[in-house]
């Protein structure tokens, strides 16, 4: 069992060295020269025990919220919070084909309790104004109850998902150096044994 979880921990890390920015990468890219000498701040891209909960925050944000660039909102958005960029580009990676409809059907869900729609009378005067004033597509879809709803439920979702994120990957940070300071405590020990 060891082995196994050795093993995909290890095809997960080789997954994200494929796959996730390098400070390189963003060099050459021609989009962001403008940009370049704050993008390419050593300390954006430097994991440290405040800069990943906040990139894993804005990259809960970033991939529930834009539905497109998610990892260029999430690399833009790390600046003026000084966020790990990697790690707010790997978390966007939450909504994907298969995540993306059950988030949805749950933010909808979620806002419509919020938003107490069942309770809606069909004489409501305000609901009716606004179905009469609804003369165009968009604004019919704006107005219909879906919209609101599922716009509120993925607010919620997005505050409850990078909240959760940001204090789990504290929690992580901290047990991960505590892990480290056990082992390198302990082999002192044996080593003053010798």
Not at 90 to 116: D, E, R, S
Request: charged content about 20%; glycine content about 6%; aromatic content about 10%.
């Amino acid at each position: 069992m060891a082995t196994r979880q050795a093993s995909i921990r290890r095809r997960f890390v080789d997954w994200c060295r494929r796959n996730l920015p390098t400070r390189e990468s963003m060099e050459q890219s021609r989009l962001l020269r403008p940009v370049a000498h704050r993008v390419l701040a050593p300390e954006l891209w430097r994991p440290t025990r405040r800069s990943v909960p906040r990139g894993v925050a804005l990259g809960m944000v970033t991939g529930i919220l834009f539905p497109v660039a998610q990892i260029g909102f999430s690399a833009l958005l790390a600046l003026p919070s000084r966020a790990n960029i990697p790690a707010a580009a790997l978390t966007t990676f939450v909504t994907n084909p298969f995540t993306t409809p059950p988030l949805w059907v749950a933010a909808y869900y979620i806002g419509k309790w919020t938003l107490h729609l069942d309770e809606a009378l069909p004489g409501d005067p305000v609901r009716n104004a606004a179905h009469d004033a609804a003369n165009s597509s968009w604004m019919q879809w704006l107005m219909s109850d879906a919209a609101p709803a599922t716009a509120l439920g993925l607010l919620i979702v997005t505050a409850v998902l990078s909240i959760s994120g940001y204090g789990l990957s504290a929690l992580g940070w901290r047990l991960w150096i505590a892990r480290k300071w056990r082992n390198r405590h302990g082999r002192n020990e044996i080593d003053e044994a010798y």
